[in-house]
Protein backbone atom coordinates (compact mmCIF):
# COMPACT_ATOMS: atom_id res chain seq x y z
CA UNK A 1 0.00 0.00 0.00
CA UNK A 2 2.50 2.69 -1.59
CA UNK A 3 2.10 6.81 -0.93
CA UNK A 4 1.85 7.12 -4.91
CA UNK A 5 1.78 11.13 -4.08
CA UNK A 6 -0.44 13.62 -3.66
CA UNK A 7 -1.93 17.08 -4.13
CA UNK A 8 -2.32 20.56 -2.18
CA UNK A 9 -5.54 21.92 -2.92
CA UNK A 10 -6.06 25.93 -2.08
CA UNK A 11 -9.18 27.24 -2.06
CA UNK A 12 -11.35 29.92 -0.48
CA UNK A 13 -15.45 29.18 -0.33
CA UNK A 14 -15.69 32.09 1.53
CA UNK A 15 -12.77 31.71 3.57
CA UNK A 16 -9.48 29.73 2.83
CA UNK A 17 -8.82 26.09 3.36
CA UNK A 18 -5.90 24.39 2.25
CA UNK A 19 -6.27 20.43 1.63
CA UNK A 20 -3.94 17.44 1.60
CA UNK A 21 -5.18 14.76 -0.77
CA UNK A 22 -2.60 11.99 -0.68
CA UNK A 23 -2.85 9.02 -2.63
CA UNK A 24 -2.19 5.29 -3.01
CA UNK A 25 -0.93 3.03 -5.29
CA UNK A 26 -4.30 1.27 -5.02
CA UNK A 27 -6.52 4.23 -6.29
CA UNK A 28 -7.16 4.59 -2.28
CA UNK A 29 -6.94 8.22 -0.88
CA UNK A 30 -7.18 10.38 2.50
CA UNK A 31 -7.56 13.76 2.81
CA UNK A 32 -6.09 16.00 5.85
CA UNK A 33 -7.06 19.63 6.76
CA UNK A 34 -3.95 21.76 6.85
CA UNK A 35 -5.28 25.44 6.79
CA UNK A 36 -3.31 27.83 8.86
CA UNK A 37 -5.49 30.94 9.09
CA UNK A 38 -3.49 34.00 7.71
CA UNK A 39 -0.42 31.94 6.97
CA UNK A 40 -1.76 29.43 4.76
CA UNK A 41 0.23 29.70 2.01
CA UNK A 42 3.46 28.66 4.71
CA UNK A 43 1.96 25.44 5.22
CA UNK A 44 0.72 24.67 1.31
CA UNK A 45 4.88 24.99 0.72
CA UNK A 46 5.62 22.70 3.35
CA UNK A 47 3.65 20.24 2.39
CA UNK A 48 4.29 20.73 -1.49
CA UNK A 49 7.85 21.60 -1.65
CA UNK A 50 9.27 19.16 1.63
CA UNK A 51 6.56 16.39 3.02
CA UNK A 52 4.95 14.98 -0.25
CA UNK A 53 8.65 14.04 -1.93
CA UNK A 54 9.68 12.60 1.20
CA UNK A 55 6.31 10.51 1.27
CA UNK A 56 6.18 8.48 -2.09
CA UNK A 57 7.00 4.89 -2.08
CA UNK A 58 6.41 5.00 2.01
CA UNK A 59 3.37 1.92 3.44
CA UNK A 60 0.12 4.34 3.66
CA UNK A 61 -0.38 1.69 6.69
CA UNK A 62 2.79 2.70 9.20
CA UNK A 63 0.98 5.89 10.13
CA UNK A 64 2.55 6.42 13.91
CA UNK A 65 6.13 5.57 11.29
CA UNK A 66 5.22 8.51 9.25
CA UNK A 67 4.64 10.45 12.01
CA UNK A 68 7.29 9.97 14.08
CA UNK A 69 9.72 10.29 10.75
CA UNK A 70 8.27 13.49 10.33
CA UNK A 71 8.66 14.96 13.41
CA UNK A 72 11.89 13.91 14.41
CA UNK A 73 13.09 13.70 10.93
CA UNK A 74 12.67 17.22 10.14
CA UNK A 75 15.55 18.16 13.21
CA UNK A 76 13.62 21.58 13.34
CA UNK A 77 10.60 20.16 16.24
CA UNK A 78 7.08 21.75 16.59
CA UNK A 79 5.90 25.61 15.57
CA UNK A 80 2.17 25.96 13.77
CA UNK A 81 3.38 25.43 10.41
CA UNK A 82 5.58 22.01 10.70
CA UNK A 83 2.56 20.76 13.28
CA UNK A 84 -0.20 21.67 10.75
CA UNK A 85 1.65 19.64 8.13
CA UNK A 86 2.12 16.51 10.01
CA UNK A 87 -1.34 16.39 11.15
CA UNK A 88 -2.68 16.85 7.70
CA UNK A 89 -0.50 13.68 6.81
CA UNK A 90 -1.35 12.00 9.75
CA UNK A 91 -5.43 13.26 9.23
CA UNK A 92 -5.08 11.69 5.73
CA UNK A 93 -3.34 8.32 6.50
CA UNK A 94 -6.06 7.71 9.21
CA UNK A 95 -8.73 8.28 6.22
CA UNK A 96 -6.85 5.36 4.29
CA UNK A 97 -6.72 3.59 6.55
CA UNK A 98 -10.25 3.56 7.15
CA UNK A 99 -10.94 3.16 3.65
CA UNK A 100 -8.84 0.28 3.54
CA UNK A 101 -10.35 -1.70 6.13
CA UNK A 102 -13.94 -0.25 5.18
CA UNK A 103 -14.85 1.15 8.36
CA UNK A 104 -15.28 4.54 9.74
CA UNK A 105 -11.99 5.89 11.89
CA UNK A 106 -13.55 5.84 15.14
CA UNK A 107 -13.84 2.30 15.20
CA UNK A 108 -9.94 2.66 14.51
CA UNK A 109 -9.22 4.37 17.35
CA UNK A 110 -11.32 2.53 20.11
CA UNK A 111 -15.20 2.44 19.26
CA UNK A 112 -17.57 4.98 20.49
CA UNK A 113 -17.41 5.80 23.79
CA UNK A 114 -20.47 7.68 23.78
CA UNK A 115 -23.85 7.49 21.59
CA UNK A 116 -22.88 11.42 20.11
CA UNK A 117 -20.60 14.33 20.74
CA UNK A 118 -22.30 17.26 22.60
CA UNK A 119 -21.19 20.62 21.14
CA UNK A 120 -21.68 24.02 21.44
CA UNK A 121 -22.49 26.93 19.30
CA UNK A 122 -21.96 30.65 18.70
CA UNK A 123 -24.31 33.29 20.04
CA UNK A 124 -23.38 37.19 19.78
CA UNK A 125 -24.92 40.19 19.65
CA UNK A 126 -23.62 43.84 20.08
CA UNK A 127 -25.76 44.21 22.78
CA UNK A 128 -26.53 42.82 25.97
CA UNK A 129 -30.07 42.88 24.46
CA UNK A 130 -29.42 41.13 21.25
CA UNK A 131 -26.64 38.54 23.02
CA UNK A 132 -29.24 37.30 24.91
CA UNK A 133 -31.65 37.04 22.35
CA UNK A 134 -28.91 35.41 19.31
CA UNK A 135 -28.52 32.51 22.23
CA UNK A 136 -32.14 31.54 22.87
CA UNK A 137 -32.25 31.22 19.22
CA UNK A 138 -28.99 28.55 19.60
CA UNK A 139 -31.46 26.47 22.00
CA UNK A 140 -34.71 26.88 19.89
CA UNK A 141 -32.84 24.95 17.37
CA UNK A 142 -31.57 22.58 19.92
CA UNK A 143 -27.83 23.14 21.18
CA UNK A 144 -27.70 22.65 24.60
CA UNK A 145 -24.43 24.68 25.18
CA UNK A 146 -23.58 28.02 23.86
CA UNK A 147 -20.55 30.38 23.82
CA UNK A 148 -21.78 33.85 24.61
CA UNK A 149 -19.84 37.10 23.85
CA UNK A 150 -21.27 40.91 23.42
CA UNK A 151 -20.12 43.98 21.98
CA UNK A 152 -18.65 46.79 24.19
CA UNK A 153 -20.09 49.90 24.75
CA UNK A 154 -17.64 52.67 23.15
CA UNK A 155 -15.81 50.41 20.97
CA UNK A 156 -17.08 49.77 17.63
CA UNK A 157 -15.52 46.98 16.79
CA UNK A 158 -15.03 43.62 19.23
CA UNK A 159 -13.57 40.03 17.90
CA UNK A 160 -15.99 37.40 17.72
CA UNK A 161 -19.01 39.72 17.70
CA UNK A 162 -21.01 40.85 14.57
CA UNK A 163 -24.65 40.77 13.40
CA UNK A 164 -24.16 37.56 11.33
CA UNK A 165 -23.31 34.23 12.14
CA UNK A 166 -20.24 33.68 10.23
CA UNK A 167 -18.41 36.12 12.66
CA UNK A 168 -14.56 34.49 12.79
CA UNK A 169 -13.23 37.48 10.71
CA UNK A 170 -10.09 36.49 8.46
CA UNK A 171 -10.66 39.59 6.40
CA UNK A 172 -9.86 40.61 2.91
CA UNK A 173 -7.81 43.62 1.90
CA UNK A 174 -5.64 45.71 4.32
CA UNK A 175 -5.33 44.04 7.80
CA UNK A 176 -7.66 45.36 10.03
CA UNK A 177 -6.56 47.30 13.92
CA UNK A 178 -9.08 47.78 16.51
CA UNK A 179 -8.97 49.18 19.71
CA UNK A 180 -9.17 47.20 22.44
CA UNK A 181 -10.01 48.17 26.22
CA UNK A 182 -10.26 45.45 28.88
CA UNK A 183 -12.09 47.74 31.36
CA UNK A 184 -14.77 48.20 29.23
CA UNK A 185 -14.41 44.81 28.14
CA UNK A 186 -14.24 44.14 32.06
CA UNK A 187 -17.62 45.93 33.14
CA UNK A 188 -19.83 43.97 30.17
CA UNK A 189 -19.29 40.23 30.64
CA UNK A 190 -20.71 39.95 34.39
CA UNK A 191 -23.67 42.07 33.71
CA UNK A 192 -24.11 39.89 30.46
CA UNK A 193 -24.05 36.52 32.04
CA UNK A 194 -26.14 37.92 34.92
CA UNK A 195 -29.00 38.48 32.05
CA UNK A 196 -28.73 35.32 30.72
CA UNK A 197 -29.22 32.86 33.66
CA UNK A 198 -31.80 35.21 35.02
CA UNK A 199 -33.73 34.66 31.45
CA UNK A 200 -32.36 30.94 30.18
CA UNK A 201 -32.06 29.67 34.02
CA UNK A 202 -29.62 26.88 34.83
CA UNK A 203 -30.16 23.98 32.19
CA UNK A 204 -27.88 25.40 29.97
CA UNK A 205 -24.18 25.23 29.08
CA UNK A 206 -22.79 28.57 29.07
CA UNK A 207 -19.15 29.42 27.40
CA UNK A 208 -17.20 32.55 26.92
CA UNK A 209 -13.99 33.17 25.00
CA UNK A 210 -11.29 35.73 26.59
CA UNK A 211 -9.62 35.32 23.59
CA UNK A 212 -6.24 35.93 25.74
CA UNK A 213 -6.89 39.74 26.26
CA UNK A 214 -6.54 39.89 29.94
CA UNK A 215 -4.07 40.17 32.54
CA UNK A 216 -4.02 36.96 34.76
CA UNK A 217 -4.67 39.18 37.45
CA UNK A 218 -7.56 40.48 35.36
CA UNK A 219 -8.63 36.99 34.14
CA UNK A 220 -8.59 35.95 38.02
CA UNK A 221 -11.26 38.78 39.14
CA UNK A 222 -13.51 37.78 36.13
CA UNK A 223 -13.44 34.16 36.75
CA UNK A 224 -14.30 35.33 40.38
CA UNK A 225 -17.07 37.43 39.48
CA UNK A 226 -18.50 34.78 36.95
CA UNK A 227 -18.51 31.91 39.61
CA UNK A 228 -22.34 32.35 40.69
CA UNK A 229 -23.79 32.04 36.99
CA UNK A 230 -21.54 28.71 36.23
CA UNK A 231 -20.00 28.87 33.15
CA UNK A 232 -19.24 25.85 31.61
CA UNK A 233 -15.92 27.34 30.87
CA UNK A 234 -14.11 30.93 30.54
CA UNK A 235 -11.51 30.58 27.49
CA UNK A 236 -8.33 31.38 26.76
CA UNK A 237 -8.65 33.97 29.49
CA UNK A 238 -4.72 35.39 29.37
CA UNK A 239 -1.91 34.33 26.95
CA UNK A 240 -0.60 30.95 27.66
CA UNK A 241 2.79 31.28 26.89
CA UNK A 242 3.42 31.58 30.29
CA UNK A 243 2.17 28.33 32.29
CA UNK A 244 2.48 30.02 35.27
CA UNK A 245 -0.60 32.58 34.81
CA UNK A 246 -2.83 30.27 35.25
CA UNK A 247 -2.00 29.42 38.75
CA UNK A 248 -2.33 32.83 39.86
CA UNK A 249 -5.91 32.42 37.80
CA UNK A 250 -6.68 29.34 39.47
CA UNK A 251 -6.10 30.52 43.20
CA UNK A 252 -8.46 32.83 42.59
CA UNK A 253 -11.56 31.29 41.10
CA UNK A 254 -13.24 27.69 40.80
CA UNK A 255 -14.89 28.60 37.63
CA UNK A 256 -13.51 26.29 34.89
CA UNK A 257 -10.68 27.27 32.40
CA UNK A 258 -10.23 26.18 29.18
CA UNK A 259 -7.32 26.97 27.08
CA UNK A 260 -5.16 25.60 23.60
CA UNK A 261 -6.08 26.61 20.35
CA UNK A 262 -3.18 27.85 19.34
CA UNK A 263 -1.18 24.67 21.19
CA UNK A 264 0.60 22.65 18.53
CA UNK A 265 1.75 19.89 20.71
CA UNK A 266 1.64 18.31 23.87
CA UNK A 267 4.75 19.97 25.00
CA UNK A 268 2.72 23.19 25.20
CA UNK A 269 0.07 21.67 27.55
CA UNK A 270 1.68 19.61 29.54
CA UNK A 271 2.66 21.60 32.67
CA UNK A 272 -1.11 23.32 32.37
CA UNK A 273 -2.35 19.65 32.62
CA UNK A 274 -0.30 18.11 35.33
CA UNK A 275 -0.52 21.16 38.07
CA UNK A 276 -4.19 20.63 36.62
CA UNK A 277 -4.21 24.57 36.56
CA UNK A 278 -7.17 23.47 33.50
CA UNK A 279 -9.95 21.84 32.87
CA UNK A 280 -10.61 21.39 29.22
CA UNK A 281 -7.68 21.62 27.00
CA UNK A 282 -8.46 22.63 23.53
CA UNK A 283 -5.73 21.43 21.01
CA UNK A 284 -7.78 21.01 18.27
CA UNK A 285 -6.47 17.53 15.06
CA UNK A 286 -5.11 20.64 11.97
CA UNK A 287 -3.23 22.71 14.87
CA UNK A 288 -1.83 19.83 17.00
CA UNK A 289 0.25 16.91 15.42
CA UNK A 290 -3.29 15.41 14.07
CA UNK A 291 -5.44 12.25 14.99
CA UNK A 292 -2.23 10.45 16.55
CA UNK A 293 -0.73 13.42 18.28
CA UNK A 294 -4.19 14.36 19.90
CA UNK A 295 -4.85 10.83 21.20
CA UNK A 296 -1.49 11.59 23.15
CA UNK A 297 -2.80 14.52 24.63
CA UNK A 298 -5.80 13.04 25.74
CA UNK A 299 -4.39 10.27 27.15
CA UNK A 300 -2.12 12.61 29.29
CA UNK A 301 -5.12 15.16 30.07
CA UNK A 302 -7.12 11.84 30.97
CA UNK A 303 -4.62 11.25 33.76
CA UNK A 304 -5.01 14.51 35.61
CA UNK A 305 -9.28 14.59 34.77
CA UNK A 306 -8.69 16.99 32.60
CA UNK A 307 -10.94 16.85 29.48
CA UNK A 308 -11.02 17.36 25.77
CA UNK A 309 -12.88 20.50 24.10
CA UNK A 310 -11.29 21.12 20.69
CA UNK A 311 -11.44 24.26 19.01
CA UNK A 312 -13.99 23.80 15.99
CA UNK A 313 -14.59 27.69 14.58
CA UNK A 314 -14.89 27.85 10.85
CA UNK A 315 -11.00 28.32 9.34
CA UNK A 316 -10.87 24.50 10.60
CA UNK A 317 -12.14 23.04 7.08
CA UNK A 318 -14.77 20.00 7.45
CA UNK A 319 -11.96 17.75 6.98
CA UNK A 320 -11.17 18.99 10.39
CA UNK A 321 -14.41 18.80 11.74
CA UNK A 322 -14.95 15.34 10.76
CA UNK A 323 -11.39 14.47 11.81
CA UNK A 324 -12.27 15.70 15.36
CA UNK A 325 -15.70 14.01 15.74
CA UNK A 326 -14.30 10.59 15.07
CA UNK A 327 -11.83 11.16 17.72
CA UNK A 328 -13.99 13.16 20.35
CA UNK A 329 -16.85 9.81 19.81
CA UNK A 330 -13.95 7.47 20.73
CA UNK A 331 -11.81 9.64 23.33
CA UNK A 332 -12.77 8.51 27.06
CA UNK A 333 -12.12 12.40 28.66
CA UNK A 334 -14.04 13.94 26.01
CA UNK A 335 -15.68 17.05 27.31
CA UNK A 336 -17.62 19.24 24.27
CA UNK A 337 -17.20 20.24 20.66
CA UNK A 338 -16.82 23.63 19.24
CA UNK A 339 -19.15 23.57 16.36
CA UNK A 340 -19.75 26.27 13.96
CA UNK A 341 -21.53 25.56 10.87
CA UNK A 342 -19.46 25.84 7.62
CA UNK A 343 -21.46 28.44 4.47
CA UNK A 344 -23.24 26.07 2.19
CA UNK A 345 -20.29 27.10 -0.48
CA UNK A 346 -18.05 25.07 1.76
CA UNK A 347 -20.21 22.52 2.09
CA UNK A 348 -20.55 21.75 -1.35
CA UNK A 349 -16.69 21.94 -1.57
CA UNK A 350 -16.40 19.29 1.11
CA UNK A 351 -19.26 16.79 0.79
CA UNK A 352 -19.49 15.28 4.23
CA UNK A 353 -21.42 12.74 6.21
CA UNK A 354 -21.20 14.23 9.72
CA UNK A 355 -24.62 15.45 11.39
CA UNK A 356 -26.06 17.65 13.87
CA UNK A 357 -29.57 16.97 15.85
CA UNK A 358 -30.62 18.41 18.97
CA UNK A 359 -27.64 19.57 20.08
CA UNK A 360 -25.21 16.60 19.40
CA UNK A 361 -23.14 15.27 16.46
CA UNK A 362 -22.06 12.52 14.93
CA UNK A 363 -19.87 11.62 12.17
CA UNK A 364 -21.56 9.06 10.26
CA UNK A 365 -20.21 5.34 9.57
CA UNK A 366 -19.10 5.84 6.40
CA UNK A 367 -15.41 4.11 5.76
CA UNK A 368 -12.39 6.75 7.03
CA UNK A 369 -13.20 9.91 7.49
CA UNK A 370 -16.37 10.27 5.89
CA UNK A 371 -15.69 13.64 4.29
CA UNK A 372 -14.51 14.33 0.54
CA UNK A 373 -13.28 17.16 -2.09
CA UNK A 374 -14.64 17.88 -5.26
CA UNK A 375 -12.07 19.37 -6.54
CA UNK A 376 -14.13 20.98 -9.90
CA UNK A 377 -16.11 23.30 -7.14
CA UNK A 378 -12.76 24.18 -5.08
CA UNK A 379 -11.15 25.12 -8.04
CA UNK A 380 -13.81 27.83 -8.62
CA UNK A 381 -13.19 29.26 -5.31
CA UNK A 382 -9.50 30.57 -5.90
CA UNK A 383 -7.14 31.38 -2.90
CA UNK A 384 -7.83 35.10 -1.20
CA UNK A 385 -5.02 36.07 0.84
CA UNK A 386 -6.93 37.32 4.51
CA UNK A 387 -5.87 37.91 8.03
CA UNK A 388 -7.33 38.09 11.24
CA UNK A 389 -7.56 41.43 12.72
CA UNK A 390 -4.99 42.95 15.25
CA UNK A 391 -5.66 44.46 18.45
CA UNK A 392 -4.40 47.57 20.38
CA UNK A 393 -4.96 49.67 23.29
CA UNK A 394 -6.93 52.82 23.25
CA UNK A 395 -3.27 55.16 23.05
CA UNK A 396 -2.01 52.50 20.27
CA UNK A 397 -0.33 49.63 22.33
CA UNK A 398 -0.05 46.92 20.32
CA UNK A 399 -2.40 44.03 22.45
CA UNK A 400 -2.01 39.88 22.80
CA UNK A 401 -4.67 38.13 21.22
O1 LIG B 1 -8.34 31.57 13.52
C1 LIG B 1 -8.69 32.00 14.78
C2 LIG B 1 -10.08 31.59 15.16
O2 LIG B 1 -10.31 30.23 14.89
C3 LIG B 1 -10.32 31.83 16.62
O3 LIG B 1 -10.22 33.18 16.88
C4 LIG B 1 -11.65 31.33 17.04
O4 LIG B 1 -11.19 31.78 19.33
C5 LIG B 1 -11.80 31.16 18.50
C6 LIG B 1 -12.72 30.13 18.93
O5 LIG B 1 -12.75 29.85 20.12
O6 LIG B 1 -13.42 29.57 18.09
MG1 LIG C 1 -11.20 30.72 21.21
Request: glycine share 10%.
Amino acid sequence: MKITGGKVIVCSPGRNFVTLKLETADGVYGLGDATLNGREMAVASYLRDHLLPLLEGRDARRIEDIWQFLYKGAYWRRGPVTMAAIAAVDTALWDIKGKLLNTPVYQLLGGASREAVLVYGHANGETIDNAVEAAGGFLAVGYRAVRVQCGVPGMEKVYGVSSGMAYEPALRGPISETAWSSEGYLSCVTPLFERLRRELGFDVHLLHDVHHRLRPIEAARLGHDLEPHRLFWLEDPTVADNPESFRLIRQHTTTPLAVGEVFNSIHDCRQLIQEQLIDYVRTTVVHAGGISHLRKIASLAELYQVRTGSHGATDLSPVCMAAALHFDLSVHNFGIQEYMPHTSETDRVFPHAYRFADGVMHPGDKPGLGVDIDEAVAATFPYRPAYLPVARLLDGTMHDW
